[in-house]
């Protein structure tokens, strides 16, 4: 079993829709979150970042997490073309093996049609 | 502020040959990372370096892959020889207290 599980998608929604990106996770020990978007050909950058449980909004993106799940979510509202890319969840811990390290979902496609 | 700086973007090799890739991290940046990202995967963790001494190589294939980072600036990771499993991007990025990471574009290579 994976340490984080990401839905790959690909997701295709039309302007305006609101998104939802989850991912699950298994070890514990995890305790920041993030949400990074991916543009074709280019590296990861940071969206969101969390620590505690509940929401975190940014304009139009809100990160949820539900640690006693083991469940983080991203929501994008009023979704434009500009968001099309890749979503990638990432986790780290604050000790153990899983310290400083962060670990990464599989990354969900998306596709915002006009 | 300039961001993570990667050379080469792109490099197309035969399989059991070198190569190398370079990465200057952002200025003040302790930590540094080397990931790799295999097409349709997320990143994984092949290299931690604190200043110039490896923090975290457990997913690093020493039979193949080394790094180093001489003078806890720059950063090289080398590839001898490539593998036809070995095309991915790899992804170099740098953090300062290891909360936010910053990567660069990335160094995309095509073993054949």
């Known amino acids: 079993q994976k340490e984080v599980e990401q839905d790959p998608g690909p997701l295709s929604v039309p302007e305006g829709a609101i998104v939802s990106l989850n991912c699950t996770y298994s070890n514990s020990a995890f305790q920041y979150f993030m949400w990074y978007r991916q543009y074709s050909r280019k590296g990861p950058e940071l969206l969101m970042y969390t620590y505690s449980s509940g929401n975190k909004e940014d304009g139009r993106f809100t990160a949820q997490v539900d640690k006693s799940s083991k469940y983080i979510s991203l929501f994008i509202r009023d979704s434009q073309p500009s968001d099309s890319a890749t979503y990638l969840c990432?986790?780290?811990?604050?000790?153990?093996?899983?310290?400083?390290?962060?670990?990464f979902g599989q990354g969900t496609i998306l596709t915002v049609h006009p | 502020e300039a961001g993570v700086a990667q050379s080469p973007r792109y490099k197309i090799i035969e399989k059991r040959q070198s190569v190398a890739f370079w990465c200057n991290p952002i200025s003040g940046h302790a930590t540094l990372y080397w990931y790799q990202q295999i097409l349709g995967q997320g990143p994984k963790l092949l290299i931690q370096?604190?200043?110039?001494?490896?923090?975290?190589d457990s997913q690093l294939p020493k039979d193949r892959f080394s790094a180093e980072r001489l003078k806890g600036v720059d950063s090289t990771l080398k590839i001898q020889p490539a593998k036809l499993e070995d095309s991915a991007v790899y992804l170099c990025?740098?953090?300062?207290?290891?909360?936010?990471?910053?990567f660069g574009e990335g160094s995309w290579l095509t073993v054949v």
């Open positions: 370096f604190q200043n110039n001494g490896v923090v975290d």
């Open positions: 990432a986790m780290k811990g604050i000790g153990g093996t899983s310290y400083g390290k962060l670990t």
């Open positions: 990025a740098s953090s300062t207290s290891g909360n936010t990471i910053y």
